[in-house]
């Protein structure tokens, strides 16, 4: 999958795939787990590339379920960069298909 993505005729399925997994907001684990609790247990998070994943807080661990039903668990969180925060997750998000 991985090289077929990386042909050149791919390059905006790929661009897309990655979109997926950038959020335009700086939001450490606290603020994210607020905004879960507030909207009753689970939060719509729009992504530059164009997906709506569901937050949710599951014993602790912040999940993130795609389009498509895929649940990515945090599994590292609050890696503040000079260009934002990264969440580690443990799978690949996608777009509906």
Known sequence: TVENLLLPENLETLQTILGCHVVAAEAFSAD???MIEAEGGMYPVETIG???LQA???????TLTDE?????NVT???V????GVIHVIDAV???AM
């Open 93 to 95: 998000l996608l777009p």
């Open 32 to 34: 994210i787990i607020g």
């Open 76 to 78: 590292i969180a609050d």
């Open 80 to 83: 503040d960069q000079s260009n």
């Open 68 to 72: 498509n039903g895929t649940v990515a």
């Open 50 to 52: 164009g997906c709506t």
């Open 56 to 62: 949710a807080v599951a014993d602790g661990v912040v």
